[in-house]
Nanobody
Framework: QLQLVESGGGLVQPGGSLRLSCAAS????????IGWFRQAPGKEREGVAC????????KYADSVKGRFTVSRDNAKNMVYLRMNSLKPEDTGVYYC????????????????????WGQGTQVTVSS
């Protein structure tokens, strides 16, 4: 059964760092684009980052460029989101998601290609 499970969220002070993990089962992360999304309280879910099939390319939302890095470990079947220089506006529930059809990442704002989602992990940036 195909499954995605996020972990690594928590409370962090502004300027701090976190690494989120997305554990995949039922498929190989190397063969599909994996996206990271977030949803802040009272706001719509938004795309944050994506890593393509084979990890050949990545995409980031403008708001996180230079601060967030998406990567994968094929041996562990994991995808990571390293978040540095965190800001209060980064607060939200973070989700990883699988695009089972494409090879490249879709537009960062597009949720349509993603058919499988994890349950999310809470990130709170506050002093």
């Amino acid at each position: 059964q195909l499954q995605l499970v996020e972990s690594g969220g928590g409370l962090v002070q502004p300027g701090g760092s976190l690494r989120l993990s997305c554990a995949a089962s039922g498929f190989s992360v190397d063969f599909y684009p994996i996206g990271w999304f977030r949803q802040a309280p009272g706001k719509e879910r938004e795309g944050v980052a994506c890593i393509s099939l084979g990890g050949l390319s990545t995409k980031y939302a403008d708001s996180v460029k230079g601060r967030f890095t998406v990567s994968r470990d094929n041996a562990k079947n994991m995808v990571y989101l390293r978040m540095n220089s965190l800001k209060p506006e980064d607060t939200g529930v973070y989700y990883c998601a699988l695009d089972p059809v494409s090879a490249q990442c879709s537009a960062i704002s597009s949720e349509g290609p993603y058919d499988y989602w994890g349950q999310g992990t809470q990130v709170t940036v506050s002093s």
